[in-house]
């Protein structure tokens, strides 16, 4: 009870950081799931063939990495932190808006690189604030931080799903016989089957053909009404940087809202005028460095091996759940439209919302959980659950129901690992080291790479 009572007077205290917090985050979501059923429709929208459409994917998860490693610079100072937050929500809702100009894909690459520079520095910098402010009482905060994610992400392709298109944007006559050819030409531009002379005739088809049915006109209203939804997140951000009083127009002074590490200043008696004297916003987060400044040989001296060993070995378990959570996502509607189960685009839309959905109920139960169980015991669950779900797909793997089936549980089963892997480690480690940025870094590695190798798979194989 009593320790209820302190997590509840810390969020209290500290509410209006933690809903911004939260609420970035369900940018971050937003972002992440849109690829995977707007992909075919991007690909005519683009006059692409999907190998060419799957470097979209590669150009976000490298930039993703690429901003998980800088984020940690921008977390130095408390106005670093949400300037950062407020240009990375911002720019987010800019790229929503610019994707249906895009109509060449290196084009459409470059705006979704600006993306994941900004997912990155919001995965890392939101992360690092609220394991600062809570330190071990931060399990059920960063539960609840990683459920709006899965509500972002289980948003988005239900906003998408209204404006698929149903209709090839390919002519129909391109072979002899206009029902097998048109099916077996589609396999060949989605899967890429390497038969030469179709692959030269579907890259000079796609080049010079425009997009038919409106296809690119309806999936606009869909990224255009994410752009809106998420308008008001670098609002909320904005707000936060008033009532701090880190915006230029406003006086500098003590905020109303104490953090955590001011809590803690007041109860120790002032010594001589220093640095370390200035608040908190203004002085550097000990603790927790970027990236390059963990790499630094002074901060390997003296250290054990267990050291290295827990920040590997959680790396590796985020690298490869991360990165199933990534290619699952944005592969299963390209492969369940396909031969041998061959589901309706339609139907096949709403494969990444449960899988979202679930990783966002997940999330919600853990809510409560993460306050009962002990986050190692938590991740041997889910990691036991994402081996089994495995398994049961790939022995059913021709069964349509057990697709739905396996992708449910297969969210439910990813969905807290990171968090609870991420304070299982932060807890072991005493909130020292540099354990969130590299877990956020291995688990962006884990998305690129994944993604980057299904892929290339894809193209020269059937599902």
């Known amino acids: 009870m009593g320790c209820d009572g302190r997590v509840s007077g810390l969020l209290r205290r500290n509410l209006q950081p933690t809903l911004t917090y939260w609420s970035v985050f369900f940018s971050f979501g937003l972002c992440i799931a849109f690829l995977g059923p707007t992909l075919l429709d991007l690909r005519c929208q683009t006059h692409s063939s999907l190998p060419q459409i799957s470097w979209v994917f590669f150009s976000q998860q490298l930039c993703l990495l690429l901003g998980s490693a800088l984020g940690g610079v921008f977390k130095r100072t408390l106005a670093q932190s949400l300037w950062a937050l407020f240009t990375s929500s911002l720019a987010i809702s800019l790229v929503f808006a610019v994707i249906p ?141 008033s009532k701090e009083r880190l915006l230029a127009c406003c006086p500098q002074r003590r905020p109303l809202l104490l953090s955590a590490d001011e809590l803690a200043l007041e109860t120790q008696p002032p010594e001589k005028e220093d640095a370390s004297s200035l608040p908190p916003k203004f002085q550097p987060h000990p ?101 089994m779900t495995f398994l049961v797909l790939l022995v059913f793997s021709y069964n349509v129901a057990f697709l739905f089936v396996g992708t449910a549980s297969l969210g439910l089963f990813l969905s807290s690992t990171f968090p609870s892997m991420l304070a299982y480690t932060e807890d072991i480690l005493q909130y020292k080291g540099c354990a969130t940025t590299v877990l956020v870094t291995g688990a962006g590695i884990g998305e690129m790479v994944l993604q980057m190798l299904v892929g290339s798979f894809l193209p020269r194989t059937k599902p």
Request: charged share 10%.
């Open 101 to 241: 100009l895009c109509r060449d894909v290196k084009v459409l690459a470059s705006v979704m690189a600006l993306a994941g520079l900004a997912m990155g520095c919001i995965d890392t910098v939101a992360n690092m604030q609220l394991v600062r402010i809570y330190q071990k009482d931060s399990a059920i905060f960063l539960q609840v931080l990683h459920f709006f994610v899965g509500f972002g992400a289980l948003l988005s392709p239900l906003i998408a799903d209204p404006f698929l298109s149903e209709a090839n944007c390919l002519p129909a006559n391109g072979t002899a016989n206009s029902t097998a050819g048109s099916h077996l030409f589609h396999a060949s531009r989605v899967l890429g089957q390497h038969h030469a002379e179709a692959w030269r005739w579907s890259n000079q088809s796609l080049s010079r053909l425009p997009p038919q049915d409106g296809t690119g006109t309806r999936v606009s209203y869909a990224f255009w009404i994410m752009a809106l939804i998420n308008l008001p997140v670098p609002m909320a951000v904005l707000f936060l940087l």
């Open 287 to 387: 603790g927790h460095e970027d990236l390059f400044s963990c790499c630094q040989r002074r901060n390997f001296k003296g250290a054990p091996y267990s050291f290295f060993a827990i920040h590997i070995t959680a790396a590796l378990v985020l690298f490869m759940t991360d990165g199933m959570t990534g290619e699952y996502s944005a592969f299963v509607y390209s492969y369940a439209v396909e031969k041998p189960l061959s589901v309706g685009h339609k139907v096949a839309g709403y494969l990444p919302s449960l899988f979202w959905g679930f990783i966002t109920l997940g999330r919600l139960i853990s809510i409560p959980i993460s306050s009962k169980v002990k986050p190692a015991t938590m991740v041997f669950i889910n990691v036991v659950g994402v081996v």
